[in-house]
C-alpha cells in the first residue's frame, strides 16, 4: 500500500539563478536536503517507485510539444555558440528520441528492485547465520554535458535503486533539462515521494561543479558523463568518490578469419550509425591477412561520408585516405572520422589497443572461435566483444533499461551502470544468542 511523503517541493525554475548566486550554500542546502529525502526513498515499497517512474513517462509523453519547445531554445543558442556538430546531435531532441526516453523510464520500471536483495548468504559453525543484502549508495551527483535524455535515465536509475540523486546538466541543455526535470517530479508527487529525491542545480554557474565536488558527507559518489576535460576536473578535483567515465575511444579488430561481408557491415554501424555517442567506433585494425577485404570495407566508409585517416598501407588502397598522425591513434572524434591501421595479427591489435585504448568497448571481427576467446580474455576493458557493433555499447541494450554512464575504471562499478551498480551492501547476522569465546 503507498504511502505518502511530506518532503514534497515545487519544481525548480525554468530561468538559471544569476552566476554570482553563492554556489556553495545552494549545493549545501540541495545536499542536505537529498540526504533527507535519501532516507525516506531507501525505505520506499517498489510499487512506489514504479508508478513514479511510469507517471514521468507519461509526462514526457504528453507534454512532447512543450519538452520540445524548451529544446529548441537550447538548439538555438548552441547554433549561436558554435556548439559542434557531435554535441548538438547529442543535445537535439525529437519526437522519436523522446518516446525512447519515456519508454527507457518504464523499462526502468520493469527491473526488479536491487535493494534489499540477498546477494550471498551462508552459516556458519556456531550457528550464526549471515546475509549480504544490497542497500543504496545514498545520494549521487551527476554531473553531465549536452545529453538531455542523461538527466531522465540518471533520475530513473537512482530513483530505482534508492536513492536520492543532484543533477547538474550542461548550460547547453539548460532548458531541455528543466522541462524533463519537471516531468520527473510529476511523477514523484503522483507517487508521493519526496520531491528532494530528484534535483537539478538550478544555475549555470560553473562554481556549482565545485561545490559538487567538495560535498564530502552530503554527497556518496559523483558520476561524471561528458568530455575529456570534465572527466579529469572531476577526478582532478572530487572529495566524493567518483565513477569515472573516460572518453569513449573504442577499436574494432578485423582478424584474417573474418567474414568480408560481416566485417564491412560492422565496421560502417559501429562508425557512422550515431558518431557522436562514446560507443562509436574511432580506430579500425585490420589483419594484414584481411588485405584483401579492406578496399570494400573502405569503400564503403567513404561512400557513407567518412573521412579515413591511415597508415601507408591504407593509404595504397584508396584515393582520399588522409595520413594518419600519431595523435589520431589517441582521438575520440565524435565526427565521421575514422583512423585505420594495418597489424600484425592479434598481437598487433593487443599491443595497440593496451597503448591507445581509453578501456571503454573493444570488439573483434572473426569466425575462429579461439582467436575471438583469446581476444575476449586478453583485452582489459569495460566491455569487450565478438562480432558485434561497439554501438551496442549501451545500458539499455544490455536490458539494463538505461545507464547512468560507462564507467572505465575498475573499482566497484564498470562497464554500463545501472541500477544495481548504484548500490552497496551490509551483512545481516542472525543469531541465537552466541557469545564469541
Given at each position: 500500500m503507498s504511502r505518502t511523503h511530506t518532503n514534497q517541493r515545487e519544481p525548480a525554475q525554468t530561468d538559471p539563478k544569476p552566476a554570482n548566486a553563492d554556489a556553495g550554500t545552494l549545493i549545501t542546502d540541495m545536499g542536505k536536503r537529498a540526504r533527507t529525502a535519501a532516507r525516506v526513498l531507501a525505505l520506499a515499497e517498489t510499487d512506489e517507485k514504479n508508478a513514479a517512474l511510469r507517471h514521468a513517462a507519461q509526462?514526457?509523453?504528453?507534454?512532447?510539444?512543450?519538452?520540445?519547445?524548451?529544446?529548441?531554445?537550447?538548439?538555438?543558442?548552441?547554433?549561436?555558440?558554435?556548439?559542434?556538430?557531435?554535441?548538438?546531435?547529442?543535445?537535439?531532441?525529437t519526437p522519436d528520441r523522446l518516446d525512447a526516453i519515456a519508454s527507457a523510464l518504464e523499462d526502468v520500471a520493469r527491473l526488479s528492485d536491487p535493494v534489499g536483495e540477498t546477494i550471498a548468504d551462508w552459516q556458519r559453525p556456531n550457528g550464526l547465520s549471515i546475509a549480504r543484502v544490497r542497500t543504496p549508495l545514498g545520494v549521487i551527483g551527476v554531473i553531465y554535458e549536452s545529453r538531455p535524455n542523461v538527466t531522465a535515465d540518471a533520475a530513473a536509475l537512482c530513483l530505482k535503486a534508492g536513492n536520492a540523486v543532484i543533477l547538474r546538466g550542461g548550460s547547453e541543455a539548460f532548458h531541455s533539462n528543466q522541462a524533463i526535470f519537471r516531468a520527473i517530479q510529476a511523477g514523484l508527487a503522483q507517487a508521493g515521494l519526496p520531491g528532494d529525491a530528484v534535483q537539478l542545480v538550478p544555475t549555470t554557474d560553473r562554481a556549482a561543479v565545485g561545490a559538487m565536488l567538495a560535498a564530502s558527507g552530503l554527497i556518496d559518489v559523483i558520476v561524471p558523463r561528458g568530455g575529456r576535460s570534465l572527466v579529469a576536473r572531476v577526478e582532478a578535483e572530487s572529495r566524493v568518490p567518483v565513477f569515472a567515465h573516460l572518453e569513449g575511444l573504442c577499436h574494432m579488430y578485423v582478424d584474417g578469419m573474418a567474414d568480408a561481408g560481416m566485417a564491412r557491415d560492422l565496421v560502417l554501424n559501429a562508425k557512422m550509425r550515431r558518431t557522436g555517442i562514446c560507443g562509436a567506433l574511432e580506430t579500425l585494425l585490420i589483419d594484414r591477412r584481411a588485405r584483401h577485404m579492406a578496399g570494400g570495407i573502405l569503400a564503403a566508409l567513404q561512400e557513407a561520408g567518412c573521412e579515413i585517416r591511415g597508415d601507408e598501407g591504407v593509404q595504397a588502397l584508396a584515393d582520399g585516405i588522409v595520413p594518419a598522425g600519431e595523435d589520431d591513434w589517441s582521438s575520440e572524434y565524435l565526427a565521421p572520422v575514422l583512423s585505420v591501421r594495418f597489424v600484425e595479427g592479434l598481437d598487433g591489435a593487443l599491443a595497440h589497443i593496451a597503448r591507445y585504448s581509453s578501456?571503454?568497448?573493444?570488439?573483434?571481427?572473426t569466425e575462429d572461435p579461439a582467436t575471438a576467446e583469446a581476444f575476449l580474455t586478453r583485452v582489459d576493458s569495460a566491455i569487450v566483444m565478438h562480432n558485434a557493433s561497439t554501438q551496442f555499447a549501451d545500458g539499455g541494450e544490455f536490458g539494463m533499461g538505461a545507464e547512468i554512464?560507462?564507467?572505465?575504471?575498475?573499482?566497484?562499478?564498470?562497464?554500463?551502470?545501472?541500477?544495481?551498480?548504484?548500490?552497496?551492501?551490509?551483512?545481516?547476522?542472525?543469531?541465537?544468542?552466541?557469545?564469541?569465546p
Open positions: 509526462t514526457v509523453r504528453a507534454d512532447r510539444d512543450g519538452i520540445i519547445a524548451a529544446n529548441a531554445r537550447d538548439l538555438e543558442a548552441a547554433g549561436a555558440r558554435g556548439l559542434s556538430e557531435a554535441m548538438t546531435d547529442r543535445l537535439r531532441l578501456g571503454h568497448t573493444e570488439s573483434i571481427v554512464g560507462i564507467a572505465t575504471g575498475r573499482i566497484h562499478a564498470r562497464g554500463p551502470v545501472g541500477v544495481e551498480q548504484l548500490t552497496s551492501f551490509k551483512y545481516q547476522v542472525r543469531g541465537r544468542g552466541q557469545t564469541r
